[in-house]
């Protein structure tokens, strides 16, 4: 891959990338589906870990539908709700990504956005608390809306100018990526991807430990 300064456009997926949270939205979804009982949560859990990157909507959706069963429970709703208050306290708190305003300077013409599977209402309003919202001048974007919908919507209006660099941590972001067309590097250190060596190996992915690394592709 190219230099990162030489990217017109920096897509940075947020859980695990820019906030070490992916621990807090794993316990957030066992605590949201806990009421279906341990042996269903900790299910589902492993099914949010295997699928990083997809939006909660369709994960409670995938747990209603295939692992709930007959089990009488929270409806989709109150699960969301549940969910959601377990999370924002944890996004409030959690470690932020070293080295982003320095990268920020270092990139001073590229456009940066986050693309992710989190709630958009939820992330802007995490972003402006804890002053990381100025940093995004692309705009910050998230569920509902899928990453690949997002992604093509910025394509297409020339909000995402290429060449352009997905970074993310999850199998889906690099799925995401190739979709779009864009360059994808992978941020190991928060990730919960089980086997990330022998997947970045087969798929011959770049790899980074933390985001702060970042600066050191840029002076390559």
């Known amino acids: 891959m190219r230099s ?20 807090v ?3 957030a979804f066992y605590k949201a589906t806990l009421p279906y009982g341990e042996k269903a949560a900790s299910t589902f859990v492993k099914y949010h870990t295997e699928n990083g990157g997809i939006s909660r909507y369709k994960k409670f959706a995938h747990f209603l ?3 709930a069963g007959n089990i009488k429970g929270p409806g989709l709703d109150e699960l969301l709700e549940r969910y959601a208050t377990e999370v924002v306290d944890g996004l409030l708190t959690c470690d932020v990504a070293e080295g982003l305003e320095k990268l920020r300077k270092q990139t001073p013409d590229s456009r940066w956005l986050i693309v992710s599977g989190g709630d ?3 992330l802007r ?15 910050i974007f998230g569920s509902p809306t899928p990453k690949k919908d997002i992604l093509d919507r910025e394509l297409e209006t020339g ?3 290429q060449p352009a660099l997905f970074i993310g941590d999850s199998k889906y972001d690099h799925e995401s990526a190739q979709y779009a067309g864009l360059d994808f590097v992978f941020v190991s250190s928060w990730s919960e991807v089980n086997n990330a060596n022998k997947w970045l190996e087969s798929n011959c992915i770049t790899s980074v430990l933390s985001t702060a690394c970042l600066l050191d592709l840029n002076q390559e």
């Open 120 to 122: 958009q209402d939820e």
């Open 65 to 67: 539908e295939e692992i």
């Open 4 to 23: 990162v300064s030489q990217y017109k456009t920096l897509v940075f997926d947020c859980d695990g990338v820019v906030l070490n949270s992916n621990h």
């Open 125 to 139: 309003l995490v972003f402006e608390k804890r002053g990381l919202a100025s940093l995004f001048d692309g705009g």
């Open 25 to 27: 939205k794993t316990k």
């Open 159 to 161: 909000n995402i100018q």
